[in-house]
């Protein structure tokens, strides 16, 4: 079945600091992919909708620059959290639509602790 | 705006029991609803996928049933084991291609 490989799966960084998180679809080609956060024991929350080749659509508070998102190719789509403060430490999860574009899949979640 | 429900919020069971999970939906006008199981600190795993055409679907134990008139869900879990322990989420689709997810079910399954 359709595999979305996200790395890495902790990171802790300084506050001010950038982190980038990859999320790549290992067997299918994905031309939109989808960003979400997790506050803890809360449900998914959108963050943005990346498209190949085109700018991402940000939901609404979610803050463009500070959220950087690129998606270069069919396969690969980058979330940076730009200049990171603690408040942005939680739990980064992308996902994908399937090649048959029914179902979503998951990438296994980046957990990001800013100190 | 499409809202979904996943009563109650947790659930314990002995080992073994039969179990249900409800979820609820506003808006009819779906296209796919997908039941997925969250382990703590993990992404979420697909479990069952209903194209708005279908009625339900079977995987292993698992049974997922969709009933777009009344806007309901259910999954069924049968011969439940320690190691179904997780959380259990409801998500829908729209038009729009965005999921939208209910606030999960932690089921835990004691031994």
């Known amino acids: 079945g359709a595999v979305v490989s996200q790395h890495p799966s902790r990171v802790i960084c300084k506050s001010g600091t950038s982190v980038k998180i990859e999320c790549r679809s290992l067997?299918?080609?994905?031309?939109?992919m989808f960003w979400y956060r997790q506050f803890p024991k809360k449900s998914l929350m959108l963050m943005a909708t990346?498209?190949?080749?085109?700018?991402?659509?940000?939901e609404q508070g979610v803050e463009k620059d500070k959220f950087l998102i690129n998606h270069a190719s069919l396969t690969l789509s980058t979330l940076t959290v730009t200049s990171a403060h603690p408040e942005d430490s939680s739990f980064y999860i992308c996902?994908?639509?399937?090649?048959?574009?029914?179902?979503?899949?998951f990438g296994s979640g980046t957990r990001l602790t800013v100190v | 705006k499409q809202e979904v429900t996943q009563i109650p919020a947790a659930l314990s069971v002995p080992e073994g029991e039969n179990l249900v999970l409800n979820c609820s939906f506003t808006?009819?006008?779906?296209?796919?609803l997908q039941w997925f199981r969250q382990d703590p600190g993990k992404g979420l795993t697909s479990l069952l996928l209903?194209?708005?055409?279908?009625r339900e679907q079977t995987s292993g134990r698992l049974n997922a049933s969709l009933d777009k008139s009344s806007g309901r869900s259910t999954l069924y879990i049968a011969a439940s084991q320690p190691g179904d322990s997780a959380t259990y989420l409801c998500?829908?689709?729209?038009?729009?291609?965005?999921?939208?997810f209910g606030k999960g079910i932690t089921l835990s399954v004691r031994p």
């Open positions: 996902s994908a639509r399937d090649s048959q574009g029914y179902g979503y899949t």
């Open positions: 067997d299918f080609q994905a031309t939109t």
């Open positions: 990346s498209n190949e080749g085109s700018k991402a659509t940000y």
């Open positions: 808006d009819s006008a779906i296209y796919n």
């Open positions: 209903i194209q708005s055409s279908q």
């Open positions: 998500a829908l689709s729209g038009a729009n291609s965005k999921l939208t």
